[in-house]
């Protein structure tokens, strides 16, 4: 019903800056609820940040340095992250929930190091 591909991910250093997006396919995108999940490894998936009609939630750890948004014409969501720490190491996932159903996207790497 929906695809989903994540891009934008990458090798930072500590501090550092990355902007993820995820582009759906597929019709209906304005319905759906949009989040950004992660999971590290040998970790359980997380959630990271959601955006809906009335509003945002983000996951504590990185509230004031993450910023989820969306482009309802362009079908895309994005996760820009500011000041990035080690612990924010993680394959990313979109997903997108409309009436209970959950879809994901393949996943894209971030890795903060120094």
């Known amino acids: 019903q929906v695809q989903l591909v994540e891009s934008g991910g990458g090798l930072v250093q500590p501090g550092g800056s990355l902007r993820l997006s995820c582009t759906a396919s597929?019709?209906?995108?304005?319905?759906?609820?949009m989040a950004w999940f992660r999971q590290a490894p040998r970790k359980q998936r997380e959630f990271v940040a959601a955006?809906?009609?009335?509003?945002?939630n983000y996951l504590d750890s990185v509230k004031g340095r993450f910023t989820i948004t969306r482009d309802n014409a362009k079908n895309t969501v994005y996760l820009q992250m500011n000041a990035l720490k080690p612990e924010d190491t993680a394959v990313y996932f979109c997903?997108?929930?409309?009436?209970?159903?959950?879809?994901w996207g393949q996943g894209t790497q971030v890795t903060v190091s120094s």
């Open positions: 997903n997108a929930r409309n009436g209970g159903f959950d879809f």
């Open positions: 597929g019709s209906g995108f304005s319905l759906y609820k």
């Open positions: 955006i809906f009609s009335g509003g945002t």
